[in-house]
Structure formats: structure tokens, C-alpha cells
């Protein structure tokens, strides 16, 4: 196994621009955004002239302790728009400041995204598919992708970052499922997929109300993906958020594919270079692919 740090630097319509004192300084397009990141803890480099001009800025709000992470807040608004496009990697997506702090872009899964395509994957399962920079990702380098997410709104948006990207024609299957019990049918259609992508949270309820836990369910969905996969499969990448958890919990769970096809693991961190030329944490990865 081979640990790694995958970090994006900046470009024409992403940019970090400041981090620290526990917050970023982001500028997607031409609209600065501030919010808060735990793992800034070091000192800003940019005076607080420079934070001010951002368009957004959310703000953690006191006495809400029952609130899940993330979710204990709002933005404070300064001529923001309600939604806008970016380009990021070839692709195109909407981008949509929500309650909890999210703008439905996760700049740091670009590396993911470029390895993916570059597996030339004939077909492609992404489970936890959220807004779809993966499944884009493998679509336009040829794959036919099965997109998973509980969320029919973040299904919905992924469709719309596809008709924005020119991929709407482009052979991909939405689906609005649980990710658990989408895969026991997946198996028992007899399925096959030659790359799996997933990116479970901590804690989360499918649309009939089905409870994941990660701590419970993470390692069972690893072992039933598994029997989905093909004879000659590309590849298995695992992303996650989840605090407290290592990369290597994620790669000791894909030793079972070296086994079976050989290959080789990759794991660690996924960053974003500020301007200052620091790595801001922002999750982790571990990914198996069958040529090394």
C-alpha cells in the first residue's frame, strides 16, 4: 500500500484563496465565499479587509448543540446569488450555497475524478453519487455509470451539472435508492461493474427512511460491492468525511481485491493548495486499481 496526498491547486474558476483561524476563503467563479473549516488551524495570511469582501459567509449559530455537524448555521449575505456555474476539470456544475454550508462542489475530489477516467472503466457504480462530479467524470471518458443517492434533490442537481457538462445524452442511470439495499438487488440481478466509487457519511437515512451508520454498515456494503464487481475490474475508490476515521480503516478494506485481481492501494488525503502555497486537509481516500 502506498500513502499519498492528492491536492488541487488552484484554476480559473476555483481558487483557496486564505485559510486559517478555523475558516477558508474560497472563490468559486467570481464569488468569494467564507465558512468555517476545523482544520485550518493555523493563522490567516490575508487581513480581514481581504475576508470581507466575500459575497457569503457562514457562520456557526450558538445553542443549536442538537444539530448534526455542519448543520449549526447560516450565511450571512452580501449581493450572493442564489446559484451560479463554474468550470472545474472539463466540467461544468451548478453551484448552490445551502443551509449547511455546502455548495454542492467538492474541489478536492478533482484528482479522484481524473484518476477515474483515466481507468478507461467500461461501466461505473457511484453510491453516495451526491451531485455528480464522479459520475460526470467517468461519463465523459466513456463509461456507462449507475448514479446512487438517497437525495432526490442531489439527484436532481447532478442532472443538471450533466446538462450543463453536454453529458446529458451520455449513458447514465439515476437513481434515487437507498445504497445498502440498492446493492443486495444489484446482486441479485446478477449486476456487474468494472469500477465502484462511494462516498458514505457518518450518518444518514435513505428515501424510506432507511438508517447507515457508518460504523454498522460501512464494512458490509465494502463486502457486497465486492460480488458486483467484474472478472477483469478497473477499480474501487472510497472516499470519506466521517471525523475520526483513518484512510487506512478504508484501504485495509480493499486488501480483499489485491488478493483476488492483484493491483495495487493508494490512500491518504485529500487537500486544496491555498494561495499561500498550504495544503488544507478537507477528507480522506483510499483506492485500488488493478494495474499499479
Not at 484501504?251 to 483476488?260: D, G, H, I, P, T
Request: hydrophobic content about 40%.
Amino acid at each position: 500500500m502506498k500513502q499519498i496526498t492528492l491536492t488541487t491547486n488552484p484554476s480559473k474558476d476555483y481558487e483557496l484563496l486564505d485559510s486559517g483561524g478555523e475558516e477558508k476563503l474560497e472563490r468559486f467563479g467570481d464569488v468569494l465565499l467564507a465558512r468555517p473549516d476545523p482544520q485550518a488551524l493555523w493563522q490567516k495570511q490575508l487581513g480581514e479587509a481581504e475576508w470581507a469582501k466575500a459575497q457569503g459567509r457562514y457562520e456557526r449559530t450558538k445553542g443549536q448543540g442538537s444539530l448534526p455537524a455542519g448543520r449549526q448555521g447560516k450565511w450571512i449575505e452580501k449581493e450572493l446569488p442564489k446559484s451560479w456555474q463554474i468550470t472545474l476539470g472539463g466540467l461544468q456544475f451548478l453551484i448552490k450555497p445551502t443551509s449547511f454550508k455546502h455548495t454542492g462542489l467538492f474541489p478536492e475530489q478533482l484528482s479522484n475524478w481524473e484518476w477515474v477516467a483515466a481507468q478507461k472503466p467500461n461501466t461505473v457504480l457511484n453510491l453516495f453519487g451526491y451531485t455528480g462530479g464522479a459520475t460526470l467524470a467517468a461519463a465523459q471518458a466513456g463509461a456507462s455509470v449507475t448514479h446512487v443517492d438517497a437525495s432526490k434533490t442531489a439527484v436532481a442537481w447532478a442532472r443538471e451539472n450533466a446538462a450543463l457538462s453536454g453529458l446529458e445524452d451520455k449513458p447514465v442511470r439515476w437513481i434515487v435508492e437507498d445504497a445498502l439495499q440498492f446493492v443486495k438487488r444489484e446482486i441479485k440481478r446478477g449486476a456487474k461493474y468494472d469500477g465502484i466509487i462511494m462516498d458514505p457519511p457518518a450518518f444518514g437515512h435513505g428515501p424510506k427512511k432507511e438508517l447507515w451508520k457508518i460504523e454498522e454498515d460501512f464494512v458490509e456494503l465494502v463486502k457486497l460491492c465486492g460480488e458486483l464487481l467484474s472478472d477483469t475490474p478497473a477499480f474501487f475508490l472510497i472516499n470519506g468525511y466521517a471525523a475520526g476515521y483513518s484512510s487506512l480503516a478504508f484501504a485495509y478494506n480493499l486488501e480483499q481485491f489485491v488478493k483476488k485481481f492483484g493491483g495495487e492501494i493508494e490512500y491518504g488525503d485529500l487537500a486544496i493548495a491555498d494561495t499561500a502555497g498550504r495544503a488544507l486537509p478537507c477528507g480522506i481516500f483510499a483506492r485500488w486499481s488493478a494495474t499499479s
